[in-house]
Structure formats: structure tokens, C-alpha cells
Nanobody, 124 residues
Framework: QVQLVESGGGLVQPGGSLRLSCAAS????????MGWYRQAPGKERELVAT???????NYADAVKGRFTISRDNAQNTVYLQMNSLKPEDTAVYYC??????????????????WGQGTQVTVSS
């Protein structure tokens, strides 16, 4: 089984920075795409940034130039460096990953997992 554990959220002032981490663990065969999503109060979950296994990156327009997604394939970890934070960035941030894991049979099976969410609050 595969699980994602997030860390790094917190309270910051406008213009501040945070670095979120999300580590996948379990009987992992491979991890393909990883990404970050967020859900602000009263809004639907939205994409923040994604990164494929090959390193192709996509950002939401609202975070371009301020956020940077990266990954450490050896650690099955994805990061989100958030700079120049704005109050509108306030949300619960969720990481996501898809790939394959070894089941009891030893044959890889596909997975799609979400982290538990970490609160990011930008306020003075």
C-alpha cells in the first residue's frame, strides 16, 4: 500500500515563504506524476502545480513566478516552494501522486493517492 504524508504548512505574513513536502511511502514500484492542489474556504479544489516523472511541470496561472514544484525521485518526495505569498493563497494544500505499487501477488498495481492536507494561512 502507498500513503502520502505532507508537512510544512503554517501561518505566514504576506510576502513570506513556505516550503511544503510530501513523501510517498509503501511498497512502491514506481511513481509517475506528482502534484499539489489546494482548497480555499468556500471554493472547490484547484490545481496548483504538477510534475511528471520526466520532469514536465505545469503551474496554475495564479502561482506562476512565485511557486516552484520539484521532486526527489530517490525519496519519492515532491516539494512546493512558495514565495511572495498572498492572502489569497490561504488554503488547505494537498499533494497527489500516481504510479504503481507491489501488491501481495508481487505484481505491480496502479495507485492514485492523496496526502492528508496541510493548512497554509497567509495573514498579517
Amino acid at each position: 500500500q502507498v500513503q502520502l504524508v505532507e508537512s510544512g504548512g503554517g501561518l505566514v505574513q504576506p510576502g513570506g515563504s513556505l516550503r511544503l513536502s510530501c513523501a510517498a511511502s509503501g511498497n512502491i514500484f514506481s511513481v509517475n506524476s506528482m502534484g499539489w492542489y489546494r482548497q480555499a474556504p468556500g471554493k472547490e479544489r484547484e490545481l496548483v502545480a504538477t510534475i511528471t516523472g520526466g520532469g514536465s511541470i505545469n503551474y496554475a496561472d495564479a502561482v506562476k513566478g512565485r511557486f516552484t514544484i520539484s521532486r526527489d525521485n530517490a525519496q519519492n518526495t515532491v516539494y512546493l516552494q512558495m514565495n511572495s505569498l498572498k492572502p489569497e493563497d490561504t488554503a488547505v494544500y494537498y499533494c497527489n501522486a500516481d504510479g504503481a505499487y507491489y501488491g501481495d501477488s508481487g505484481v505491480p498495481s496502479l495507485f492514485h493517492r492523496w496526502g492528508q492536507g496541510t493548512q497554509v494561512t497567509v495573514s498579517s
